[in-house]
T-cell receptor, first 114, second 114 residues
Framework: DSGVTQTPKHLITATGQRVTLRCSPRSGDLSVYWYQQSLDQGLQFLIQYYNGEERAKGNILERFSAQQFPDLHSELNLSSLELGDSALYFC?????????????FGQGTRLTVV | AQSVTQLGSHVSVSEGALVLLRCNYSSSVPPYLFWYVQYPNQGLQLLLKYTSAATLVKGINGFEAEFKKSETSFHLTKPSAHMSDAAEYFCAVTQKGNTGKLIFGQGTTLQVKP
């Protein structure tokens, strides 16, 4: 158990809908990262928050947004969903904002858009 | 821009044989390097990391990797494969700085034959 909790584990929704994925980082970790894993794109970095502030952004679509709350949990919002958004979404957390600190991954949320 | 190349999307070895998974990185400055393992329907687990200390890094489950700056490589090895090593392995890189976003290779699926 990595200590990172993601909910829900599975999500099936229709095209055009909006969903929210939730992540609780390990106790004491200030950084939260979101990644998307798909067969064609592999593992792609989406966005990082550190202590409530956006720290880095990857190739995250404008239809996607995220935030980190004062209690440090994070939510990834995906809207106007398309079939191609079907993927495994991972959250990871680390104690620091920089690259030296190990990132611990949650078990992921598998999103299926039908 | 940073990139990671894993040579061989599938590697098959016999139980007890040497495991060698290849990873090359492209970076203008020495990065931090990581190997993660992903078992089916699970999140990513850190095997080992290089953060500019010893170039030969030992990790969990008997794995080790050697950082070779001249070859821009960070290959993962294990002297004797076990059936339980069958999984997908990802090499990843971060950069020194104020973000720990991971850039992943495409992954290598390791098959262990009895």
């Amino acid at each position: 158990d990595s200590g990172v909790t993601q909910t829900p584990k599975h999500l099936i929704t229709a095209t055009g809908q909006r969903v929210t994925l939730r992540c609780s980082p390990r106790s004491g970790d200030l950084s939260v990262y979101w990644y998307q894993q798909s067969l064609d794109q592999g593992l792609q970095f989406l966005i990082q928050y550190y202590n409530g502030e956006e720290r880095a952004k990857g190739n995250i679509l404008e239809r996607f947004s995220a935030q980190q709350f004062p209690d440090l949990h994070s939510e990834l919002n995906l809207s106007s969903l398309e079939l191609g958004d079907s993927a495994l979404y991972f959250c990871a957390s680390s104690v620091d904002q920089g690259g030296r600190a190990e990132a611990f991954f949650g078990q992921g949320t598998r999103l299926t858009v039908v | 821009a940073q990139s990671v190349t894993q040579l061989g999307s599938h590697v098959s070895v016999s139980e007890g044989a040497l495991v060698l998974l290849r990873c090359n990185y492209s970076s203008s400055v020495p990065p931090y390097l990581f190997w993660y393992v992903q078992y089916p329907n699970q999140g990513l687990q850190l095997l080992l990391k290089y953060t500019s200390a010893a170039t030969l890094v030992k990790g969990i489950n008997g794995f080790e990797a050697e950082f070779k700056k001249s070859e821009t490589s960070f290959h993962l090895t294990k002297p004797s494969a076990h059936m339980s090593d069958a999984a997908e392995y990802f090499c990843a890189v971060t950069q020194k700085g104020n973000t720990g976003k991971l850039i992943f290779g495409q992954g290598t699926t390791l098959q262990v034959k009895p």
